[in-house]
């Protein structure tokens, strides 16, 4: 296993920062599962906050995986949103950049924050394994929309102690794009058990799932709603999750996400009572 430096990297890159500043500026990170390991010792102490950041390519919603080890005390945030063509560096260095991102753990359900679990009652370290959702406008733009992903790291909680003798933090960043099949479809009046009601069916991403329906304006997210899936069906060689559409066809374009809590993509329909169908969900007979 191998680490990127980020102190040493940004002093190559920032090469008259001085580190006695509380806020290190925020390091660009490859989120693909590579590690990056920080080194902080007593020309760092005072530092309060550190922070990495990614850019995403396209415009469906992509799971990010969240890997951070150092000394306990330590808490983190996200934050992301569609950045178009400004400069990310500028961009996630603003005051409040973009908007905050509910994380989720193996033991808090989406969370404003995640801290560091130490691995026995005694340990002065910890570890986190968290996930996070970046949300996308589906039905605006395209494959080449860029946005950004932002994770701070707030430092207040650490033993001043630690930077005497000097500590590292261990962090990385994997970001997932469903590689499934995301057919979809609306059908504006079902059969069966639900005969006569509109009905959401889209690929299935691994049960249990849920269905968001998502409407954005200015390239920012206006208001989201979760439905249950009900039921999963096949059809043509797919297998569909469906959910019920009564209440929640209220005219407008949205993206609908299909997760289950993991996993994640998104899809635009128009919010309509009429068969739509996206991604080559296969024509009925």
């Not at 080890?69 to 500028?90: D, W």
């Not at 409040?96 to 340990?123: G, Q």
């Not at 996930?131 to 395209?142: A, I, S, T, V």
């Not at 209440?247 to 993509?265: H, M, P, Q, W």
Request: charged share 20%; net charge positive; proline share 5%.
């Amino acid at each position: 296993m191998w680490f990127r430096t980020v102190a040493a990297l940004l002093l190559t890159l920032l090469p008259n920062y001085s580190f006695a500043q509380s806020a290190i500026p925020p390091y660009e990170v490859v989120a693909d599962g590579s590690e990056y390991q920080i080194t902080l010792s007593a020309k760092e102490k005072g530092t309060t906050e550190l922070s990495v950041y990614f850019v995403s390519a396209g415009n469906v919603s992509t799971a990010t995986e969240i890997r951070v080890a150092g000394p306990m005390g330590i808490r983190g945030t996200v934050r992301g949103g569609f950045l178009g063509t400004q400069n990310a560096a500028t961009a996630v260095s603003a005051p409040a950049p973009f908007d905050p991102i509910r994380i989720r753990s193996s033991n808090v359900k989406d969370s404003t924050d995640f801290a560091l679990i130490a691995s026995s009652s005694d340990s002065q370290t910890g570890a986190a394994y968290n996930w996070y959702h970046l949300q996308k406008d589906n039905c605006g733009g395209n494959a080449k929309d860029r946005y950004v992903s932002l994770m701070k790291l707030d430092l207040t909680g650490v033993n001043p102690a630690l930077f005497d003798s000097s500590f590292q933090i261990t962090l990385s960043l994997k970001e997932f794009k469903f590689k499934g099949a995301m057919v979809a479809s609306i059908k504006p009046s079902s059969d069966g058990k639900y005969k006569g009601e509109p009905i959401l069916l889209m690929g299935q991403v691994g049960s249990p799932e849920y269905v968001n329906v998502v409407s954005w304006r200015n390239k920012k997210i206006a208001g989201q709603r979760r439905i249950p899936v009900v039921k999963y069906v096949g059809y043509k060689g797919y297998s569909l999750s469906l959910a019920r559409l009564n209440g929640v066809l209220n005219g407008g374009k949205a993206t609908v996400e299909l997760s289950n809590g993991g996993d994640i993509y998104g899809v635009c329909f128009t919010m309509v009572r009429r068969r739509q169908s996206v991604n080559g969900y296969p024509a009925p007979n």
